[in-house]
């Protein structure tokens, strides 16, 4: 490129990034302009050591991976997309085999008095997309991911 002053590609997380990484916006500007120039493969991987300083949302970066440096994925249950399993949203379903209205009919023709039914036990995974977009789970504020206390269990009272 000739002589020309560098474009501010992203002025607000310029504002948010500025005091960690100075030199961001002047990397990125420098490997936007090779590209530009030579092409896609002109780029190397030392222009992207800036993305540490972009802004993350949580400390475990809504994984719990730890040491791991890989996980297998699991299936989502709603939209069968393929998610690592410690990203994973988990829920462990335990419901008779049984809906309620038969429940009646059967241990009405049944012979036996106290007969138990079985019930389905079944772990569910959700991505995080599919569990926010069916209340699974709700967002929270940037004061509320902070807690890392479970929270409360309800408990549904037995007669």
């Known amino acids: 490129m000739s002589g020309e002053e560098p ?7 310029r504002k948010a990034c500025e005091p ?6 002047t990397k990125y500007q420098a490997c936007v ?11 190397d991987g030392q222009y992207f050591d800036f993305l540490h300083c972009i802004d993350k949302c949580r400390r475990n970066h809504g994984r719990n991976k730890k040491g791991r440096g890989h996980v297998k994925r ?5 939209t069968a997309k393929l998610i690592p399993k ?7 379903v335990v419901r008779n085999i049984v809906d309620q209205s038969a429940i009646r009919d059967l241990k009405e ?3 036996y008095e ?4 079985p019930k389905i036990y079944i772990k569910n ?9 069916q209340r699974i789970v709700r967002v929270r504020s940037v004061e509320g991911r902070k807690n890392r206390a479970p929270p409360a269990r309800f408990r549904a009272k037995r007669a």
């Open 74 to 78: 699991v299936t989502c249950v709603s």
């Open 109 to 111: 023709a049944s012979v």
């Open 125 to 133: 995974y959700y991505s995080i997309e599919a569990a926010i977009h």
């Open 20 to 25: 960690k990484c100075a030199d961001y916006f």
């Open 114 to 117: 106290s007969y138990a039914l």
């Open 86 to 92: 410690d990203k994973a949203i988990k829920r462990f």
């Open 7 to 13: 474009v501010d590609v992203m002025p607000e997380i």
């Open 33 to 43: 302009d090779r590209i530009k120039a030579k092409g896609v493969g002109a780029c």
